[in-house]
T-cell receptor, first 114, second 116 residues
Framework: DTAVSQTPKYLVTQMGNDKSIKCEQNLGHDTMYWYKQDSKKFLKIMFSYNNKELIINETVPNRFSPKSPDKAHLNLHINSLELGDSAVYFC?????????????FGDGTRLSIL | AQSVTQPDIHITVSEGASLELRCNYSYGATPYLFWYVQSPGQGLQLLLKYFSGDTLVQGIKGFEAEFKRSQSSFNLRKPSVHWSDAAEYFCAVGRYSGGGADGLTFGKGTHLIIQP
């Protein structure tokens, strides 16, 4: 009964390709996030969506675009993949309106660019 | 802008010994503070959180953390570690931009190694 699920778990592709990572949560949360964890395990917020509205967008290249078809899904599309995009990408979700409820994380998608 | 510093990249502790992982934060208001644990190949699991009130908070798996405003610290402790505690530990602060909860700012993590 996975709360936050990401697919695929592993993604190996070549430079220049376009790929997507899917995220679904069954917790009824209003806010979803994408984080990037680099090779040194540093985690950084990329995006968050609250009721289909983008709240924050860090200094992320516009090759990355989050798409939320509904409240339970926040997919990450990446165009023209570069070597530096190799990382583990984590999806998370939380209740709207604060940090009283914690963020729940998926198990991550390991993206490797050849 | 807020930031989180975990000064120890690696810590090695003998099984059964006590543990303290350090975390310092920089934030202009009362912080929302969290500790997460990441086992190899897994996502992040919340250990505990602090919002207000009692500065000593209890979490899962026998962990606790103490918020010290004067030192801008939120150190994680456990009286006796188990081999299964070997993992990466992240301290984080929650932040707002006015549009609602924004996300977490993480420290760079502390890798905990347990010696038999």
């Amino acid at each position: 009964d996975t709360a936050v699920s990401q697919t695929p778990k592993y993604l190996v592709t070549q430079m220049g390709n376009d790929k997507s990572i899917k995220c679904e949560q069954n917790l009824g949360h209003d806010t979803m996030y994408w984080y990037k964890q680099d090779s040194k395990k540093f985690l950084k917020i990329m995006f968050s969506y609250n009721n289909k509205e983008l709240i924050i967008n860090e200094t992320v290249p516009n090759r990355f675009s989050p798409k939320s078809p509904d409240k339970a899904h926040l997919n990450l599309h990446i165009n023209s993949l570069e070597l530096g995009d190799s990382a583990v990408y984590f999806c998370a979700s939380s209740q709207q309106g604060g940090f009283d409820q914690p963020q729940h994380f998926g198990d991550g998608t390991r993206l490797s660019i050849l | 802008a807020q930031s989180v510093t975990q000064p120890d990249i690696h810590i090695t502790v003998s099984e059964g010994a006590s543990l303290e992982l350090r975390c310092n934060y920089s934030y202009g208001a009362t912080p929302y503070l969290f500790w997460y644990v990441q086992s190899p190949g897994q996502g992040l699991q919340l250990l505990l959180k602090y919002f207000s009130g009692d500065t000593l908070v209890q979490g899962i798996k026998g962990f606790e953390a103490e918020f010290k405003r004067s030192q801008s610290s939120f150190n994680l402790r456990k009286p006796s570690v188990h081999w299964s505690d070997a993992a990466e530990y992240f301290c984080a602060v929650g932040r707002y931009s006015g549009g609602g909860a924004d996300g977490l700012t993480f420290g760079k993590g502390t890798h905990l190694i347990i010696q038999p």
